[in-house]
C-alpha cells in the first residue's frame, strides 16, 4: 500500500467548465476527508464520508460542488461551471479512528 | 468555534541549530487533538507530531518535540538539530474528536533551514 493518491495533479480549465478529481484511499481507511486550501493559506475542510455516507458539508460547498463516494472506496469531487476564485490545492485524506489523517498529494486546479 | 493561530509568517534557522515555532488555538473542548504537519515545498502534508489534550506529557518523535500548555493554549514545535529537509512549510492543526474529526488548521509558517 502506498498510501493515499489523487488524480489528476494539477489540472488547466476554463472558467465555466466542469472539472472532477479523484482520491483513492489507504485500503481499509473507512473515512475520507476533502480539504480545500489556497495560496499562503492552511487547509479548509471541505467534506467527509465515513464509508459511503457523506455525514458533513462544510459551507464552503457551494452548490456547485458534489462529492461522492460509491461503495465506499474512491471518493470523487466534481465542480461544475468553475470559477476563478475556485483556483485552490484540494486534498484528500484518510484515516482509519479519524485523529489521524494521512493526506494524498492533491490536485492543482488553475481556472483560466 | 475552534481556532488555530500561527503567529510567524516564516523562519530561518542555520543547519544543526534548534528552532521553535509558535502555535496558539482557541476552543472551549476539553478533549481534542492537536497535530503538526509539514509540507515540503510540492509535495504532500505528512504528520509530525501528535499531542493528546489528557495527556499531560509532551509527545516526542525524534527530533522533533512539543511544549504544550493546556491551560494558556499554546502548543509550539520543537525542532533540534535543524537539517535541509526540514524545510517545510509546518502547519499547526486542531482536531475535535467529534463525529466528523475535521482537522482545523492555522496558516502555516514557512521553515528554511540554512546551510
Known amino acids: 500500500d502506498t498510501g493515499v493518491s ?3 495533479r494539477h489540472k488547466i480549465t476554463k472558467r465555466g467548465q466542469n ?16 480539504y480545500r486550501q489556497t495560496l499562503g493559506q492552511g487547509p479548509e475542510f471541505l467534506t ?8 458533513e458539508k462544510s459551507r464552503l460547498l457551494s452548490d456547485r460542488f ?9 471518493s470523487t469531487l466534481e465542480i461544475q461551471r468553475t470559477e476563478q476564485g475556485d483556483s485552490a490545492m ?21 481556472v483560466t | 468555534a475552534q481556532t488555530v493561530t500561527q503567529s510567524q509568517p516564516e ?10 515555532l509558535s502555535c496558539t488555538y482557541d476552543t472551549s473542548e476539553n478533549n481534542y487533538y492537536l497535530f503538526w504537519y509539514k509540507q515540503p515545498p510540492s509535495r504532500q502534508m505528512i504528520l509530525v507530531i501528535r499531542q493528546e489534550a489528557y495527556k499531560q ?13 493546556k491551560a494558556a493554549k499554546s502548543f509550539s514545535l520543537k ?15 486542531f482536531l475535535y474528536g467529534g463525529a466528523t474529526n475535521k482537522l482545523i488548521f492555522g496558516t502555516g509558517t514557512l521553515l528554511a533551514v540554512q546551510p
Open chain 1, 6 to 8: 489523487q488524480d489528476p
Open chain 1, 19 to 34: 472539472v472532477t478529481f479523484r482520491c483513492d484511499p489507504i485500503s481499509e481507511h473507512n473515512r475520507l476527508y476533502w
Open chain 2, 57 to 69: 506529557q509532551n509527545a516526542t518523535e525524534n527530533r522533533f518535540s512539543v511544549n504544550f500548555q
Open chain 1, 66 to 74: 458534489s462529492a461522492e463516494r460509491p461503495k465506499g472506496s474512491f
Open chain 2, 11 to 20: 523562519m530561518s534557522v542555520q543547519e544543526a541549530e534548534t528552532v521553535t
Open chain 1, 90 to 110: 484540494y486534498l484528500c485524506a484518510s484515516s482509519v479512528t479519524g485523529d489521524e489523517q494521512y493526506f494524498g498529494p492533491g490536485t492543482r486546479l488553475t
Open chain 1, 48 to 55: 467527509y464520508f465515513q464509508n459511503e455516507a457523506q455525514l
Open chain 2, 79 to 93: 525542532i533540534s538539530d535543524s537539517q535541509l529537509g526540514d524545510t517545510a512549510m509546518y502547519f499547526c492543526a
